[in-house]
């Protein structure tokens, strides 16, 4: 059972129309899936979680009544590098104020020499920092910068204003991380299949031709070819294969 789940397209509702697969945009998306699933559960309010993200490590506290909501991460089979948008999710989710086991090794900015993690380089990247640095960088080169932040041209963003862009997108999953009702209309007419294609047969035959088969083969009409001869086809096989020496192989891909 899914308890609740978010996405980073829900993100231009609440004002982030641009950059959406980048690691603030991640942040975003676990912040509103940690505040989302703690209304549901009525712990939005005992809960707030870490309201100002500073890039350090955080970790919710329990309470003195309700225990907080616990989840783990299961990240599939995504690398598990450090930076990796997924930990953005996961930073995001801890700050909404989900108690998640977890270490702070493969958040951005941690130092493997050092052993410690960067909270001014993690905190950076919370608010698109490393965004705004790629885009002063490539103001200098016209063509470029064009081609990579058309989008960001279109909407008037800056590389100053990014980072009150991502603190406003913040403030609003906060003020409001329910689901929105979807307004696209129910169709007036279900389209039904007229015919349901057959499945896709390969037959190795070594000593006779099947009957069955060919007429299978040969048939035009989608009912004929799915139920027509399936049952002949099925057997006529198996009796090929009892009486070659070498036999007959049918695959089947429905």
Known sequence: MVLAAAYSHELPRYGLEVGLTNYAAAYCTGLLLARRVLKLRDLNQEYEGNVEATGEDFSVEPADGRRPFRALLDVGLIRTTTGNRVFGALKGALDGGLDIPHSDKRFAGFKKDEKQLDAEVHHKYIYGGHVADYMRTL????????????????????????????????????????????????????????????????????????????????????????????????????????????????????
């Open 139 to 254: 103001a200098e080169e016209s063509e470029k910068y064009q081609s990579h932040f058309r989008e960001y041209i279109k909407k008037g963003i800056k590389a100053d204003d990014v980072e009150t862009l991502y603190k406003k997108v913040h403030a609003a999953i906060r003020a409001d991380p329910s689901v929105a009702k979807s307004t696209k209309e129910s169709p007036k007419e279900h389209k039904r299949l007229l015919g349901r294609p057959g499945p896709i047969c390969f037959h190795i035959t070594c000593a006779t031709t099947c009957t069955a088969c060919l007429k299978h083969s040969q048939s035009s009409t989608p009912a004929a070819r799915w139920l027509g001869h399936l049952k002949k086809r099925a057997v006529c096989c198996f009796a090929t294969r009892r009486r070659s020496s070498r036999g007959s192989v049918s695959f089947l891909f429905f």
